[in-house]
């Protein structure tokens, strides 16, 4: 089945390691006919950003994810921090995150896994907020 991802004007998209960019006035359309490595620009985080635990982990994914030659290396960091975050942590939202996310990395959906993190950040922001 076909994926359809739409791109907003100066939006930005990541197939396999290229950056694509719409430099039209108008949204686009591109229409993906077999699997690929995707990461829209509103996922991408950059490393000046990865500046929390779960950030880093978040990172270490990405970049598992979209640097097939450095894979090893990035799933070992990838590795460290999530067991790290996960024994620091009592927070279930965040540990069950971790959880679900290394279901989706074993069964090699690492875009499934980065959403499971991204849907964790709102509670690690409200724990680090809560420390401060």
């Keep these: 089945m076909p994926l359809n991802l739409t791109l907003k004007p100066q939006e930005k998209l990541i197939v396999n390691g290229a950056v694509l960019s719409n430099n039209s006035p108008r949204a686009v359309t591109l229409t993906f006919h ?3 490595q995707l990461l829209q620009q509103k996922d991408v985080l950059l490393p000046e950003e990865a500046n929390t635990p779960l950030l880093r982990t978040y990172f270490a ?8 030659e450095g894979a ?17 942590t009592s927070n279930a ?13 074993a069964s090699g959906d690492f875009y499934r896994a980065l959403s499971a ?14 420390a401060q």
């Design 61 to 68: 994914l990405q970049c598992m994810y979209l640097d097939a």
């Design 72 to 88: 090893e290396n990035h799933r070992k960091l990838f590795m460290e921090f999530a067991t790290e975050l996960f024994a620091a």
């Design 34 to 36: 077999n699997k690929a």
């Design 93 to 105: 939202q965040i540990r069950g995150a971790i959880t679900q996310t290394l279901t989706h990395v």
């Design 117 to 130: 993190l991204r849907a964790a950040l709102p509670a690690e922001r409200r724990l680090l907020d809560a």
